[in-house]
């Protein structure tokens, strides 16, 4: 079973509006971190939050993490189209591998 | 430049062929990985690598294989085990230390196709 779960599977919003992706998981981590996928193409870092940081900020992109409730969101603020992609959240259990969720599909219309 | 690269982009397989799938990379890290992406789904972890001459099976390791012979290459072979081998298969690399620690860096992908 995906140890990361998106919501929503799919969001579509307009440019300049801000987009909330959340992720839940299921056991400890050490980190959990963001990517972003352009359609066919391989994946991007994007942030990294560490199990002891509740809060993290990289331009115009903040994590969240609530570790007693075991989910992160991600929050795009004044979107642009460029922004249209798929975000994946991945946790760190063991320190050497990533479990990625099955992301959500954010689209901005301009 | 540095980075990570795989070869080809496009792979079309006949039933019952096996291939091979090129990953290299010269960031100069120790941990290599493959995926797999199938429509509309997150990645999964076919295989893993810490050090030259070491891997780990994955979750979806049967019908794959790899090597690890030298610290910038990481080859996939997919053989005619795997029984659904069409898909997208993604391969990254990380550092086991500094600044990017367990950041994992991806290649652009291969896409292969069973005719």
């Known amino acids: 079973s995906q140890q990361g779960e998106e919501d929503p599977q799919a969001l579509s919003i307009q440019e300049g509006e801000n987009a909330t992706m959340n992720c839940s998981y299921k056991t400890s981590i050490n980190n959990l971190q963001w990517y972003r996928q352009n359609s066919g193409r391989g994946l991007v870092h994007l942030i990294l939050i560490r199990s002891n940081e509740r809060e993290k900020h990289s331009g115009r992109l903040r994590v969240t993490l609530d570790t007693s409730k075991k989910s992160s969101s991600l929050l795009i603020t004044a979107s642009r189209a460029a922004d249209t992609a798929s975000y994946f959240c991945?946790?760190?259990?063991?320190?050497?591998?990533?479990?990625f969720g099955a992301g959500t599909i954010l689209r901005v219309k301009s | 430049d540095g980075g990570i690269t795989q070869s080809p982009k496009y792979l079309f397989r006949k039933e019952g062929q096996n291939v091979t799938l090129s990953c290299e990379q010269n960031l100069n890290h120790d941990a290599m990985y493959w995926y797999r992406q199938d429509p509309g789904q997150g990645l999964r972890l076919i295989y893993y690598s810490q050090i030259v001459n070491d891997f780990q099976k994955g979750d979806i390791a049967e019908g794959y294989s790899v090597s690890r012979e030298k610290k910038e290459s990481f080859p996939l072979t997919v053989t005619s085990a795997q029984k659904n081998p069409t898909a997208f298969y993604l391969c990254?690399?990380?550092?086991?230390?500094?600044?990017?620690?367990?950041?994992?860096?991806f290649g652009p992908g291969t896409r292969l196709t069973v005719l």
């Open positions: 991945a946790t760190d259990i063991y320190g050497n591998k990533l479990v």
């Open positions: 990254a690399s990380s550092p086991r230390g500094g600044l990017h620690f367990n950041e994992q860096f």
